[in-house]
Nanobody, 121 residues
Framework: QVQLVESGGGLVQPGGSLRLSCAASGSIFSIKAMGWYRQEPGKQRELVAVITSGGSTNYADSVKGRFTISRDNAKKTVYLQMNSLKPEDTAVYYC???????????????WGQGTQVTVSS
């Protein structure tokens, strides 16, 4: 089993920045890809960004150029740096993990509990 714990959410003004963290523990040797999803009330969860163990990344069009996903293998932590935040970025952000990037994109095996990000003046 793998446990994922997110942190770093909060309230920020439009144009501001936040950095989310996701700490992984447990049987993480099998995890080769991790990602961030977000979900607004009443909407489907959507993929925001993914990163492989080799460092390859991919982003949703809506966040390209504003968000950066990165990982620290020694700390077993994945980050999501969010800049130029907009009100439409408001959502619960979830960390996700799986043995391949395809699994993380289609149906992650492991999920964190989520952290709220609110962008409002």
């Amino acid at each position: 089993q793998v446990q994922l714990v997110e942190s770093g959410g909060g309230l920020v003004q439009p144009g501001g920045s936040l950095r989310l963290s996701c700490a992984a523990s447990g049987s993480i040797f099998s995890i080769k890809a991790m990602g961030w999803y977000r979900q607004e009330p009443g909407k489907q969860r959507e993929l925001v960004a993914v990163i492989t163990s080799g460092g390859s990344t991919n982003y949703a069009d809506s966040v390209k150029g504003r968000f950066t996903i990165s990982r620290d293998n020694a700390k077993k932590t994945v980050y999501l740096q969010m800049n130029s935040l907009k009100p439409e970025d408001t959502a619960v952000y979830y960390c996700a993990a799986g043995v391949t990037i395809a699994i993380v994109v289609r149906a992650p095996t492991y999920w964190g509990q989520g952290t709220q990000v609110t962008v409002s003046s």
